[in-house]
């Protein structure tokens, strides 16, 4: 409780408190300058056992974070973790995230690029942290590479569940999902998915797979928009509330034509939702 006042004091409107019950957290953090280029958002979940025995469940927020930089900014965290256990973090990971942000304004690095490309955009859309914030990722399977590459085992792939669709307005959704412990599972079901072609040629393939690092003990968590704007980090966000883990979501949704709205998240979450019940 002393922590979240003092960040709350120490970060003003940039501390977002996002359910108080829950003890789920959102900050901004940006490059300091007048007129910001890197910014990202750092979403947290305080589990009860903060900070004595479990660290903060998290998600890094940013439309240009993908790829080794996101690896990067990861481990970097994991690390101040290990080097404090027992006490709190969660300064430590904002000014560390604020010091890589000062880097990458100080640096020749371009500004990010951010586009929506999702075909309906909400008029509340700057409403939902999480719509502002969420990673859009180019290509659904490349981010993987860099993760499995130097793993030459072949591991079997897990079994593949597919959830009944809803239909709603010629739009369909479809969920898929598959139990997982590794990154390479889940670039193994992702190809093998992809393989069907009804699948592959979907509007879009939202996704998002939560793994626990028994070692670390902590969660190797990430999403996917395909396109859909703020979809994965919805999706994500659903697992984290559900305490689902060792588990990759897949959400295929076929554009029928007419715009759904927000509805379109509902009906996301509700595949989603059901396939996990099942």
Request: with cysteine; net charge negative; glycine share 4%.
């Amino acid at each position: 409780i002393d922590e979240i006042e003092a960040l709350s004091s120490i970060y003003g409107e940039d501390w977002c408190v996002v359910d108080e019950d829950e003890k789920i957290y959102c900050i901004k953090i940006n490059d300091c300058l007048d007129q910001p280029k890197w910014t990202l958002c750092l979403q947290v979940i305080l589990l009860p056992g903060y900070p004595t025995a479990e660290p903060p469940i998290y998600q890094l927020n940013a439309p240009w974070l993908r790829g080794q930089d996101y690896v990067e900014l990861a481990n970097s965290l994991e690390e101040i973790y290990v080097q404090n256990l027992g006490e709190s973090i969660l300064y430590l990971w904002v000014e560390k995230i604020r010091e890589v942000l000062i880097e990458k304004a100080q640096s020749s690095d371009p500004e990010p690029d951010i586009k929506k490309t999702s075909e309906e955009v909400d008029e509340d859309d700057g409403g939902d942290f999480l719509l502002d914030y969420q990673p859009i990722q180019e290509d659904p399977i490349k981010m993987f590479n860099y993760i499995t590459s130097e793993s030459q085992e072949d591991e079997e792939l897990p079994s593949i569940h597919h959830g009944n669709p809803i239909t709603d307005r010629r739009s369909t959704f479809q969920a898929h999902l598959a139990p997982v412990v590794t990154p390479r599972q889940v670039k193994r079901v992702l190809e093998k998915l992809y393989e069907n072609k009804k699948i592959a040629s979907a509007t879009h393939n939202i996704y998002a797979y939560r793994i626990y690092c028994e070692d670390k003990q902590t969660f190797l968590q990430d999403c996917e928009d395909d396109g859909e704007t703020a979809a994965g980090g919805r999706l994500l966000h659903l697992m984290q509330i559900l305490n689902v883990h060792n588990v990759l979501v897949v959400v295929s949704r076929w554009y029928g034509g007419i715009l759904l709205g927000p509805d379109r998240f509902k009906h996301i979450n509700n595949c989603a939702r059901n396939v996990l019940v099942e």
